[in-house]
């Protein structure tokens, strides 16, 4: 697609209930990097793929929080036993390569509200 | 980390009135980037800076990288409604774990009154 997709746009969960949000990049894009923004604060890094490597997971806060990028395209952020502290906007954003915000584009995010 | 504060952190205008805010930081960055972002968007870039004392334009925005690389300013001329939303500012800070990783301020949040 022209840009970068990300499913679903809301999702409410349980507290304890574990859930997977979905970040399609711009095809072709071999970086892509996950952020967690919380309401009135700006998006912190979560985690950055090249390709299907992980080659950085530094800013998950915790080992309930997994990332994924198997076939180095579609990417999948997996938020185990959520507790009212994971409620945010994730975004999602992807570039042609490198890090450091050169040729980003973001996704419109998921907003996750853990009840 | 590297923390990158904006101030200020909101602000009431009149359509048509000049804008500015701007962005400071403790340590060095060797680039500036500023975002907007729009309810229940994504951030867009709206201007790349990559070198210290550089003024760059795009439109009616005009963004300045500090000379001694630890701020930046934002300006807009002549606000319209449609300039309504938050304004970050952000660089690449290394994360810790053997990358640079693009860091954002906490937004200055812009509302224009008609």
């Known amino acids: 697609g022209a840009g970068v997709s990300q499913s679903p746009r809301y999702k409410v969960a349980k507290r304890g209930q574990d859930v997977a949000l979905r970040c399609d990049p711009i095809s072709g894009h071999v970086s892509l990097f996950w952020y967690q923004q919380a309401l009135g604060q700006g998006p912190e890094f979560l985690t950055y793929?090249?390709?299907?490597?992980?080659?950085?997971k530094s800013g998950l806060p915790s080992d309930r929080f997994f990332a994924e990028r198997p076939e180095g395209s579609v990417s999948t952020l997996k938020i185990q036993r959520t507790q009212q502290e994971d409620s945010a906007v994730y975004l999602c954003?992807?570039?042609?390569?490198?890090?450091?915000?050169?040729?980003?584009?973001f996704g419109s995010g998921t907003r996750l509200t853990v009840v | 980390g590297q923390q990158l504060n904006q101030s200020p952190q909101s602000m009431f205008i009149q359509e048509g009135e000049d804008v500015s805010m701007n962005c400071t930081s403790s340590?060095?960055?060797?680039?500036w980037l500023w975002y907007k972002q729009d309810p229940g968007e994504g951030p867009v870039l709206l201007i790349a800076?990559?070198?210290?004392?550089e003024l760059t334009s795009n439109g009616r925005l005009t963004a300045q990288f500090g000379i001694t690389r630890k701020d930046s300013f934002l300006n807009i001329s002549a606000s319209i409604p449609s300039d309504v939303g938050i304004y970050f500012c952000a660089g690449p800070a290394y994360s810790g774990a053997g990358s640079y990783q693009l860091t954002f301020g906490k937004g200055t949040k812009l509302s224009v009154i008609p």
């Open positions: 800076l990559y070198k210290a004392g």
């Open positions: 793929f090249q390709n299907e490597a992980q080659l950085d």
């Open positions: 954003a992807s570039s042609p390569g490198g890090t450091g915000g050169y040729g980003y584009t």
């Open positions: 340590s060095i960055f060797n680039t």
